[in-house]
C-alpha cells in the first residue's frame, strides 16, 4: 500500500493554479458578470424598499404603526 503524502507546498501550488485558471476565466467573461450582479442588487433593494412600503401602508391601516 502506498503513503499518500502531501506536503503544503502541493496545497500552495494547487491553489495557486486554481485561482490563476479561476482569475483567466474571468477575464475572458469581462464586465458581464459585474453587470448581472449589479442589476440583482438594483432589484432586490427596489422589492425590498416596495415591500417595506407596502407592509406600512398595512400597519397604518390596522392601527399598528408607530
Do not use: H
Not at 482569475?23 to 442589476?39: E, H, S, V, Y
Amino acid at each position: 500500500m502506498k503513503l499518500l503524502m502531501i506536503t503544503w507546498t502541493d496545497v500552495f501550488e494547487a491553489t495557486g493554479d486554481f485561482f490563476y485558471w479561476i482569475f483567466k476565466c474571468m477575464r475572458a467573461l469581462g464586465q458581464g458578470p459585474n453587470i448581472i450582479m449589479g442589476a440583482l442588487i438594483i432589484i432586490g433593494l427596489a422589492y425590498w424598499s416596495f415591500k417595506i412600503i407596502s407592509q406600512n401602508k398595512k400597519a397604518a391601516q390596522n392601527g399598528t404603526y408607530k
